[in-house]
């Protein structure tokens, strides 16, 4: 049974920090491509960062700078670490797993920015 599990989401104010994780059972961690989506009240999900197994790395241009994406294969866990947050990051945020034709998602975690 696949699982990815999402964790570190939370309310912090506007330029904080926040570092999400998101764990995986039951794939093969190391093959596959992850990402981090998020999607806001009202509006339809988007990526926000993804990460291949060769640890290319793509963002969306409203977080570059302020997001990175990374993946530790031993530990079958990919981050989002956030800087700077503002409030128009607030969403939930889901981590998806790829490989070819197989995609898995997260149940999601709450980022709330705001004051």
């Known amino acids: 049974q696949v699982q990815l599990v999402e964790s570190g989401g939370g309310l912090v104010q506007p330029g904080g920090s926040l570092r999400l994780s998101c764990a995986a059972s039951g794939i093969i961690f190391s093959i596959y491509a992850m990402g981090w989506y998020r999607q806001a009240p009202g509006k339809q999900r988007e990526l926000v960062a993804r990460?291949?197994?060769?640890?290319?790395?793509n963002s969306a241009d409203s977080v570059k700078g302020r997001f990175t994406i990374s993946r530790d294969n031993a530990k079958n866990t990919v981050y989002l670490q956030m800087n700077s947050l503002k409030p128009e990051d607030t969403a939930v945020y889901y981590c998806?797993?790829?490989?070819?034709?197989?995609?898995?998602w997260g149940q999601g975690t709450q980022v709330t920015v705001s004051s």
């Open positions: 990460i291949t197994r060769y640890y290319e790395t």
């Open positions: 998806q797993g790829r490989l070819r034709n197989d995609e898995y």
